[in-house]
């Protein structure tokens, strides 16, 4: 529970005292204030100074209720590690009991408290017995695995106080468990950050390197963020990416006892101090646990070079750097494309070295860049060795090489829908060689993949969705072949863009399934563009409601990024993006194909292409 700085609890002016040099801000609240010093509003500390910490104060003596109430919730956006100064504001049992880390609640405008209605009126206060009720609107909430999810509709909670008969000092004796904030204290408080397991079921090569996974979760910011994300690791995956990846930790993982503020050396290598149940993993084992943590870890801290793994005793298991981790294991964000792909003038398959400048297009090699078959849209698949076109009128989709020597053969898809957006989407491919593409046919909607097709094999195989809550009008897989963005139209015309988890049972030859849709986007009624950005990460082109088109990036979980959206382009048909995100993004708009720079403005590529495509 907390207090948003945008408003909420009715309460005397809260400041705070900051101390620059020491990157320390403490929320006065209800308590006695310095008289001189530099003091300043809470709502008035600067969210982007990092090196600026809060802490709470204690209840003052003989405070009023709304005094221990205003206190307390102020403490919970603060950046005590354990929580020890809100305790402060409970009695002894409900300070043991009350568990934080469980859960977070994310409110709009934070959470209003105000008395609730008492047994038997002013005598309830006089007798030492008080209920608030605190109540908002919700946005989400962060569950004790620490993954987000959007939420909506109203908020409401009973916190009681009761009067000390000893001391005569008024506490906290019943709340709910977890915390609960406004959504500007969240955005200061929490931070997202990517873990990494492997798919389960994914493997890339003929070596079987295994596939990188992204788990975004949220952590708090300034209470030891790594050793924050190796706890969580170690934990194991959220439960919604659960069935679908494994850890390479051996059950029972975690840090020795008493670890704590884990950062790396001046070599920007970190030493990691693990129990002994890792004592029996194999050295293939550990360079896959090592892998986990780097990729996690350099997430948070992108200067990390190496992780070394020690046993008990400061026994060393096993050391990693960062380039032995990308052959280790194959992630999206480290394979960097190398040409982007679209369609010319003529409808033919072109490509474009990745990030150039000034150089034109050629036609691909083979029949889509001949000109053989005219083209609605494309999709290249991952290693750039197979290309896939939907023909012109939406109705079939081929396969082929992109080799002068290929031929195009029969449609491995079609569709009998009755228009050419009642018909084939875009395709999609994932790191195994899989192509994924939806028929859009009202009558007959289906979603397909076909299997395997960087190994010439794989007929399509329709995928069951259970709960699909509309018609498919768009589709991209993630390169982990584990999850899959959705746009979702519904009956009434608007459209969702969902994330969906992957499952397979390749032994058993049941159909692959896509199930636990959640939304990625909850507040866009209109989806006209999507793709890949990141490991967890979305480019969109949507509309809110009774808003205007928006180019923007969003979170697989449905959580609001930090950090500027592209620069605005209008009238945004596609849009293309890579999982590296160092590669421009690229986009088809009323000027044709333009590229966005890092650092620059969108910039004209050719004025008659379109479909624009990174490998994926």
């Known amino acids: 529970m907390g207090a948003d700085r945008e408003g909420g609890v009715r309460r005397r002016p809260g400041r705070a005292v900051a101390y620059a040099a020491c990157g320390v801000v403490l929320l006065a609240g209800c308590a006695s204030m310095p008289d001189s010093g530099d003091l300043r509003d809470v709502e008035s500390t600067p969210r982007q100074d990092t090196g600026v910490r809060v802490f709470a104060m204690p209840p003052a003596e003989d405070a009023e209720p709304g005094e221990i109430m205003q206190g307390f919730l102020e403490a919970l956006t603060s950046d005590d590690p354990q929580y020890d100064t809100a305790r402060k504001y409970l009695t002894a049992d409900a300070a043991r009991t ?49 993954a987000y999810a959007p939420a909506a509709g109203p908020y409401s909670k009973k916190v009681h106080l009761t009067k000390d008969a000893k001391s005569g000092q008024w506490r906290i004796d019943a709340l709910p468990q977890g915390v609960v904030m406004g959504k500007s204290d969240f955005q200061r408080n929490y931070t997202s950050v990517n873990k990494y397991y492997f798919a389960s079921t ?3 090569g003929a070596t079987g390197q295994p596939v990188a996974v992204a788990d975004p979760v949220f952590v708090r910011s300034k209470v030891d963020p790594m050793t924050q994300m190796v706890r969580s690791l170690l934990s194991g995956p959220t439960t919604w990416l659960e ?16 670890t704590s503020g884990l950062t790396p050396d001046d070599q920007n290598r970190l030493t990691v101090p693990l129990n002994s149940a890792v004592s029996r993993a194999g050295a293939a084992k550990c360079r ?26 400061g026994h060393r298991l096993c050391d990693l750097t960062e380039e032995r981790a990308e052959t280790a294991a194959w992630h999206a964000s480290a394979q960097r494309p190398e040409y982007l792909y679209f369609l010319d003038g003529k409808h033919r398959l072109v490509r474009l070295p990745t990030g150039s400048a000034g150089t034109s297009a050629v036609p691909v090699p083979g029949p889509l860049g001949e000109g053989e078959k005219e083209l609605q849209s494309v999709a290249v698949s991952r290693d750039e060795h197979t290309v896939a076109g939907v023909g012109a009128d939406g109705k079939a989709l081929y396969v082929t090489s992109p080799a002068a020597s290929s031929s195009l053969g029969e449609a491995v898809v079609s569709s009998q829908g009755a228009t050419a957006t009642d018909r084939l989407t875009t395709p999609s491919w994932d790191a195994r060689g899989d192509l994924w593409v939806a028929d859009r046919d009202p009558r007959h909607p289906k979603l397909y993949v076909l299997e395997h097709l960087d190994l010439g094999v794989g007929k399509p195989v329709e995928v069951t969705i259970p709960d699909l809550p509309g018609r498919i009008s768009d589709v991209r897989v993630a390169a982990d072949g584990v999850r899959v963005a959705l746009v979702v139209e519904k009956d009434d015309g608007k459209q ?10 390749d032994k058993s030859g049941a159909r692959p399934a896509v199930v636990e849709l959640r939304s990625a986007a909850p507040d866009l009624e209109q989806v006209t563009a999507m793709s890949w950005a990141g490991d967890s990460r979305l480019v969109v082109v949507g509309l809110e409601q009774g808003g205007v088109h928006q180019l923007r990036y969003v979170q697989v979980d449905g959580s609001t990024l930090d950090g500027p959206a592209p620069a605005a382009l209008s009238g945004v048909k596609a849009i293309a993006a890579s999982e590296d995100e160092r590669v421009p993004l690229v986009a088809y708009s009323e000027d044709g194909i333009v590229r966005l720079p890092s650092g620059a403005q969108w910039q004209k590529v050719d004025k008659d292409g379109t479909a624009p495509v990174y490998p994926g």
Do not use: C, K
């Open 98 to 146: 009350w568990r934080p880390e469980r859960s977070a609640t994310v409110l709009a405008n934070g959470p209003s408290a105000v008395p609730g209605q008492q047994p038997h009126g002013r005598e309830a206060a006089d007798a030492g017995s008080l209920t608030y009720v605190l109540s908002g609107s919700l946005v989400a909430r962060v569950d004790g695995h620490q």
């Open 202 to 204: 994914t493997t890339v």
């Open 243 to 258: 069935p679908v990846v494994r850890s390479s930790f051996p059950t029972g993982t975690a840090l020795q006892e008493g």
């Open 288 to 313: 896959e646990m090592a892998t986990q943590l780097l990729f996690t870890l350099r997430n948070l801290t992108p200067t990390l070079e190496s992780v070394e793994l020690q046993g008990p005793g």
């Open 496 to 505: 969702s863009l969902l994330i969906g988890r992957i499952e397979r049972d």
